[in-house]
């Protein structure tokens, strides 16, 4: 059995170097139309991606450039770009024993050298940076599947990546919900989730909000669409689910996994649209629930025992919510 620490560590690893990847795309779309169309409202538009990653932008006037800074350069907040690897690259030093040489030691370099990176970037432009940030969590990915062991960990690892996709695609997906069909911001938006190129060969080139939907939501073989999301963090999640099973008795999390996934597989796509907005805060709910059920059921802390003169206790340590 893994330890719940190295367990906890190979989870978090996953789900933020995923949120990296998944920022870095969705600021490379966004400052690309910022810097090109001159119709946009910059300070409105800013707000809006700030206010979709999960920040709240303050009252001075947002551009380009303090979007970036905020989002991506600055290593004192821990939801940017910056923050989210040095906080992989710690759960990666807290789990050396567990994970590749190779991934620890692209974790790292990829840490070491955002400061080179942004240097880059205020030169040549925010594209720079975020380029450097995709094409470092791609070889994360590739060195994590090639080199280490598919075992727990691994499993561990791809439930954090899995979960952490079917948040950011729920979360593009909202802010895109109320725009009209044909609207560029969908082709943005596939852009954004790297799923431009798929897109266009299943459906011909044809931009339509529907399509855009049901490919994001329910396509089977992309592997960034939410159902294929779920279904690879509930598979793997089993495997780790190791209970015994007479009369079908899961854990929390792979039941809310489960009844995700489920619902997504048989519902009409035709019907997708009727109720997306209520569609994707669900995801997003039974997202935190999971995570919240995952750390109680597999990276607890079991009560230690402790002797005293009036006999045996058992105390429960104390334990902050640090992640």
Known sequence: MMLARNADSLYWIGRYAERADDIARILDVAVQQLLEDATVDTDRMVRHVMTVLGFAPDAQSQTVWTLTEQVAYDAAVDESIAGLLRAARENARGAREVISSEMWECLNATFMGLGEAERVAR?????????YIKERMAMFAGLTDATLSHDDGHSYLLVGRSIERVDMVARM?????????????????????????????????????????????????????????LRVAEQNLAELDRRPDRVGTKSTALTLLGRARSSLEFVDPARLLDDLHAQLLDLQETVRRVSESIAEEHFHIEPYVSWTDTGLVSDLADRGETR
């Open 173 to 229: 997906l909202l802010s895109n919900s109320g725009d009209r069909s044909g609207s560029p911001s969908w082709m943005s938006l596939l852009i954004a989730a790297g799923a431009q190129d798929t897109y266009v060969r299943t459906y011909r080139g044809a931009v339509a909000t529907e399509n855009v939907v049901e490919f994001l939501m329910l396509d089977r073989l992309f592997p960034r669409s939410v159902f294929h999301s």
């Open 123 to 131: 030169r040549l432009g925010p594209h720079a940076f975020l380029s």
